[in-house]
């Protein structure tokens, strides 16, 4: 077209617009060029609200304390969300590349690993430290005793080697005694740490089992008496050790508001003492039976002392054994034994017998006096009747 201009399209959202071509015409004594209105899309009218569904104003209807309260929730938002934005961005990043957003792969250390394997090792650590008291996870209670071993370990070993260099023996030789030593330590005081829990729960079983019989009778006394179960429970509560702190349990529970056979049930559950558990378990059953507590505390504490009759006689025949043993190998043997040998070696040469031999067998003695002790200590019934 000579006087004219081609129509030109313009692609706006997918869609083809035409756009109109300005006519070419002489204007001499017009004013001036009039421009058309370029064509615009004209945008979807949104849906008008009607009458049936008027706009609601959330806050109209709200008091001044709730107001107060959506004000304090949208701040703290307002705090927490720059955090959020950040890793919205992150992750937007990476979706918009193609990939995937990246996860941080921790791997546990050495350390973490060590102290983990010697918790999983001891089976039941965490019911013991709970029922012992003691506020810590398995891990950091592994890890407080290893540090408390190692500690240990290197204060001997060390004095070990400065003992060695102060006697004038070879460096070497006392640093090689030194490590084996605080090796041996380390083992041995890791050992005992990690089970002190639970030699302290036996250690409270026994304690309760060596007064619970006589804080029972006294009960029983106050229940002849006319006194209720709680009231001679209370009374029994001081005054006889440990066996009074598991009945002390129960008043703290039953003045909380439970119910006296749920605190019962709730003691026993977590006592190591047998005796302690068959007693209360007994008078649980006979107040929920309406039965005579009386009578049922009293066959229970028959049995139990007939056990314990039975158990010291035991222990009697088992310590006659431990006599006669101790008396031929802790006496007879090594005095015996050391004239022996020390009247052959004047005629037989066979080894000399030094005051380093002497040594070593008196350390021999010692160390078998310990043992034969502690056999007896063991073997001892811890309950008195």
């Known amino acids: 077209m000579m006087f004219g201009k081609k129509k030109r399209t313009v692609s706006v959202d997918g869609r083809i617009v035409e756009l109109q071509p300005k006519p ?5 004594f017009s004013g001036g060029k009039k421009r058309q209105p370029s064509p615009q899309l004209v945008p979807e009218a949104k849906p008008q609200q009607t ?5 609601q104003d959330i806050g109209a209807n709200l008091t001044v304390q709730q107001r107060l309260e959506l004000e304090l929730e949208s701040r703290k938002h307002a705090r927490a969300m720059p955090q959020k934005l950040k890793f919205g961005e992150a992750q937007r990043q990476h979706m918009q590349q193609g990939q995937r957003p990246r996860q941080r ?17 001891h089976k039941g650590l965490e019911d013991v430290l709970k029922a012992q008291g003691i506020k810590s996870t398995p891990y950091e209670f592994v890890q407080r005793m290893i540090i ?36 041996a330590i380390f083992y041995t005081a890791l050992g005992a740490f990690l089970n002190f829990p639970a030699t302290k ?3 409270t079983a026994k304690n309760i089992e060596r007064d619970i019989l006589f804080a029972v009778r006294d009960m029983i006394i106050s229940l002849r008496s006319g006194m209720p179960l709680f009231n001679a429970i209370t009374s029994i509560s001081t005054g006889y050790g440990d066996a009074s702190k598991e009945f002390a349990k129960i008043v703290e529970r039953v003045q909380l508001g439970s119910p006296l056979e749920e ?75 050391i004239a022996v040998v020390t009247i052959l070696t004047t005629f037989i040469s066979i080894f ?34």
């Open 352 to 385: 000399t017998v030094t005051n380093g031999v002497l040594a070593a067998a008196l350390v021999m003695i010692f160390f078998l006096q310990i043992i034969f002790l502690r056999m007896v200590m063991v073997s001892r019934p811890v309950f008195t009747m």
């Open 105 to 121: 792969i921790t791997t546990p250390s050495r350390w973490r690993v060590y102290v983990e394997g010697m918790a999983a090792k």
């Open 24 to 28: 070419v015409g002489f204007k001499l």
């Open 201 to 203: 729960g036996s250690n």
């Open 51 to 55: 009458a049936a569904q008027p706009k």
């Open 148 to 183: 408390s071993s190692m500690m240990l370990a290197v204060v001997i070993g060390v004095t070990v080697l400065v003992l060695f260099a102060r006697l004038g023996l070879p460096v070497i030789e006392g640093a090689v005694l030194g490590v084996v030593v605080a090796i």
């Open 263 to 337: 605190a019962i049930d709730r003691v026993v559950a977590e006592t190591k003492s047998a005796t302690f558990r068959r007693i209360m378990l007994q008078a649980v059953v006979s107040i929920r039976a309406g039965a005579d507590v009386i009578n049922a505390l009293q066959s229970v504490i028959d049995q139990v002392s007939e056990e314990r009759i039975i158990e010291l006689r035991r222990y009697g025949q088992k310590l006659n054994a431990i006599a006669m043993f101790y008396m031929l190998f802790g006496i007879i043997l090594p005095s015996m034994g």
